[in-house]
């Protein structure tokens, strides 16, 4: 059994407490998915962070729509840093897309990134970050020099400009993780609230900005009513920009 999928499966609280004594028993679990469970908004249980921790095969963690908060990540990031003994984990995705994490779990996660070398894509998207928590992800990321990090996705929270414009100095600078990959779409942000995000990374206007060696940045704005535009802009863009007119 290489990949175990328990999407929308009713998990509560017990339910990751068994998942974490699967974990212990079936160490070829390279992918688990727990998408759509709902542990509760305390710390996950130390079952399921003991699991995760000697589960020596698992490579990727999917936790969207688990409702967590930044106390829930608090245990599994103290494994995922290998504070509690030193080992270091395979794992090289993870997804805690579409929980309720704010800023403050921004710091829970920066904490595991500075010791962590193996964990090369992160999803935070569609969280509650906000301006602050952009803010503090791109301060934290810019004193990390031996992290793994090559894709983050941050979007979908409200990072508005400030935040935003603060991840985009990160990526110019090419300070902290080696990113190759970086999504800043649905921030709250106008089309010369865009432009400005292009210019400072020395790109013309577009959704997808590339530059060497594949690497690219995504944004995207939208109108008054949230809506698509409907008047004509030119050039080639693709259809799933928005534009505030």
Not at 7 to 12: E, S
Request: glycine residues 12%.
């Amino acid at each position: 059994l290489r990949r175990l999928n328990l999407t929308h499966t009713g998990l509560g609280y017990a339910g990751f407490e068994e998942v974490g004594n699967l974990l212990r028993d079936c160490l070829s679990i390279e992918i688990l998915v727990l998408t759509g469970n709902q542990p509760g908004a305390g710390p996950l249980p130390p079952d399921f962070c003991k699991g995760f921790q000697l589960a020596p095969n698992l490579k990727a963690l999917h936790l969207s729509e688990c409702g967590l908060t930044a106390a829930s990540l608090r245990p599994l990031c103290s494994v995922l840093g290998g504070c509690d003994c030193g080992l270091k984990l395979p794992l090289e995705r993870l997804s805690l897309s579409h929980n309720q994490l704010d800023a403050t779990a921004v710091a829970e996660v920066m904490r595991a990134l500075e010791t962590n070398q193996t964990l090369q894509i992160l999803d935070l998207g569609r969280n509650r970050l906000g301006p602050k928590g952009g803010d503090a992800l791109a301060k934290d990321l810019s004193k990390i020099t031996n992290s793994g990090l090559r894709r983050l996705q941050v979007d979908r929270n409200g990072l508005e400009l400030r935040g935003c414009k603060a991840l985009a100095r990160l990526w110019a600078a090419q300070a902290g993780p080696p990113l190759e990959y970086m999504d800043l779409r649905d921030n709250g942000c106008t089309q010369a609230q865009c432009d400005e995000l292009c210019q400072l990374l020395g790109k013309p206007l577009g959704a997808v900005l590339h530059f060497e060696g594949a690497k690219q940045v995504l944004i995207s704005w939208r109108d008054l009513q949230g809506a698509m535009s409907r008047k004509a802009h030119g050039g080639n863009v693709p259809m799933n920009v928005y534009w505030r007119d």
